[in-house]
């Protein structure tokens, strides 16, 4: 099966500092999507990004299918943004990666 | 527009009991998903359907069993519960992108 990397695996940042986050797939995919899951478990939906980029206010995603990889860009990251990052790619199913641990400091 | 929605929202049970949760959407999706979540750990599959009355399983199917009699519900059923059935449990439905619920957190003692 598919193979999801993500990188870093934990990452600490003071507040208002950006940061990109980076998941590789091994094989092509017909969609991606960026998740962030908040202390309490909650599995917030952040993109779908097949390709191309997409911004939503001080969070961007990048994906390039054609090299096998994305990105997420944090920008200004504030407290509320910690948490886990997960990168999941669709083959028929979703394939997660095991995540990015993020804690963000004030 | 409730999305995804789970019950029950916790659980414990003991060794050899059977429980079944219950996920429902009200998104009209085609495609419905049952994961688990084990501590520092990403999700796993354990059983999906692509329309009403059909299912399939994931990467973790056994112990679990599923029903899709109506295209809003999914049912995930633990027939006789093992310590190694503790975790949280996500469902999500999707047309394209996933959509989750906000999960049930199971405890087998």
């Known amino acids: 099966g598919i193979q999801v990397e993500q990188s870093p695996p934990d990452l600490i940042l003071q507040e208002g500092a950006n940061s990109t986050l980076r998941c590789n797939f091994s094989d092509s995919v017909n969609n991606l999507q960026w998740f962030h899951q908040n202390p309490w478990g909650q599995l917030i939906n952040l993109f779908y990004i097949p390709s191309g980029t997409k911004q939503n206010g001080r969070l961007s995603a990048t994906t390039v299918a054609t090299e096998r990889y994305s990105l997420l860009y944090i920008s200004s990251s504030q407290t509320t943004d910690s948490g886990v990052y997960f990168c999941?790619?669709?083959?028929?199913?979703?394939?997660f990666g095991a995540g990015t641990q993020v804690v963000v400091t004030p | 527009n409730a999305g995804v929605t789970q019950t029950p929202k916790f659980r414990v049970l003991k060794t050899g009991q059977s429980m079944t949760l219950l996920c429902a959407q009200d998104?009209?999706?085609?495609?419905m998903y049952w994961y688990r979540q084990d501590p520092g750990m990403g999700l796993r599959l354990i059983h999906y359907?692509?329309?009403?009355?059909?299912?399939a399983k994931g990467e973790v199917p056994d112990g679990y069993n599923v029903s899709r009699l109506k295209k809003q519900n999914f049912l995930l059923g633990l027939e006789s519960a093992a310590p190694s059935q503790t975790s949280v449990y996500f469902c999500?439905?999707?047309?394209?992108?996933?959509?989750f619920g906000p999960g049930t957190r199971l405890t087998v003692t």
């Open positions: 999500a439905s999707s047309y394209r992108e996933q959509y």
């Open positions: 359907s692509v329309g009403e009355g059909t299912t």
């Open positions: 998104m009209n999706h085609e495609y």
């Open positions: 999941a790619v669709v083959e028929g199913k979703l394939q």
